[in-house]
């Protein structure tokens, strides 16, 4: 979040507040994922980050998540990223 705050390549970034429908395959149920940051930039970039321990990155869950929001930010021209403590450190 300081980052956000701090870098002059971003306009202005939300927290939680964007939800994307996906099918759970814990009980085959929808259910609403809200990724950790959306982004937008200078360069009118809309980027959409996760932010998940290096081991989660297997879990049914998670891809199931991922899946969707995938399919939703291409459909709305925006880019989505996972971040790890690989990527952050």
Known sequence: M???DKSD??????SEELHIPY??????QWHN???DFQ???????MI???????YQMTYDVNKAKWKYARKYCKRND???I???????F
Do not use: A, G, H, M
Not at 39 to 45: A, F, G, K, L, V
Not at 82 to 88: G, H, W
């Open 82 to 88: 996972v971040l790890t403590e690989k990527e952050l």
């Open 2 to 4: 300081l980052y956000c």
């Open 33 to 35: 994922y809200y990724p």
């Open 9 to 14: 390549q971003i306009i202005r970034w939300s």
């Open 48 to 54: 959409v980050v996760e932010i998940k321990p290096f």
């Open 23 to 28: 099918l759970s395959p814990k009980d085959n």
């Open 78 to 80: 925006i880019e989505f």
């Open 39 to 45: 982004i937008e930039t200078i360069d009118d970039r």
